[in-house]
T-cell receptor
Framework: KQEVTQIPAALSVPEGENLVLNCSFT??????LQWFRQDPGKGLTSLLL?????REQTSGRLNASLDKSSGRSTLYIAASQPGDSATYLC??????????????FGTGTLLAVQP | GAGVSQSPSNKVTEKGKDVELRCDPI?????LYWYRQRLGQGLEFLIY????????KSGLPSDRFSAERTGGSVSTLTIQRTQQEDSAVYLC??????????????FGPGTRLTVL
């Protein structure tokens, strides 16, 4: 059974710092991995999608890497800003038998960037 | 363009009543998903639609939960005889169809359901 873990559960950093959020998954048979942010009381905003054949994706100050064989992904945020404060979720799309396209989510990292 | 929309944004109901939650996906997205997020817990998959059919209903927690999709667009999640443990935020997502695995999923703002 695929399980997704995110470390740390919470992180507080001063503005301007570079930071790394970690995601690990137990089964390397995945189609892709997606990173989201969730603001309080809001839905999820997609940040980056990495296909299983890719090693990394970049969008602005965000860079996500994927090491499928070791079951790990990292989200790197450069020059953090108070507006980056949110819960960050990673989710894998498992390559299970049959027609399933569901995402399995981690429990998230709550990030606070202090001005 | 317009994103995924859900209605209502909040729903308070009494135990035992039925509720219907609506999702309007992004135009042209053939895949639609429902997830649930209970307080302090991670997101749980409920059901996946490809067009109007549901190849994966494995996440529906009981037979009180059902969903349908019509015209390859709008979807309704129905919970019958609601229980307090059904209280959660119900999130809908949509994506373009991919032949291998899910495309990038885009989420709506959710419906917060409170069962008294």
């Amino acid at each position: 059974k695929q399980e997704v873990t995110q470390i740390p559960a919470a992180l507080s950093v001063p503005e301007g710092e570079n930071l790394v959020l970690n995601c690990s998954f137990t089964d390397s048979a995945i189609y892709n991995l997606q990173w989201f942010r969730q603001d309080p009381g809001k839905g999820l905003t997609s940040l980056l999608l990495i296909q299983s054949s890719q090693r990394e994706q970049t969008s602005g100050r965000l860079n996500a890497s994927l090491d499928k064989s070791s079951g790990r992904s990292t989200l790197y945020i450069a020059a953090s800003q108070p507006g980056d404060s949110a819960t960050y979720l990673c989710a894998v799309n498992p390559r299970a038998g049959g027609a399933t396209n569901k995402l399995i989510f981690g429990t998230g990292t709550l990030l606070a960037v202090q001005p | 363009g317009a994103g995924v929309s859900q209605s209502p944004s909040n729903k308070v109901t009494e135990k035992g009543k039925d509720v219907e939650l609506r999702c309007d996906p992004i135009s042209g997205h053939t895949a639609l998903y429902w997830y649930r997020q209970r307080l302090g817990q991670g997101l749980e998959f409920l059901i996946y639609f490809q067009g109007n059919s549901a190849p994966d209903k494995s996440g529906l927690p009981s037979d009180r939960f059902s969903a349908e999709r019509t015209g390859g667009s709008v979807s309704t999640l129905t919970i019958q005889r609601t229980q307090q443990e059904d209280s959660a935020v119900y999130l809908c997502a949509s994506s373009l169809f991919r032949s291998g695995g899910a495309g990038e999923q885009f989420f709506g703002p959710g419906t917060r359901l409170t069962v008294l």
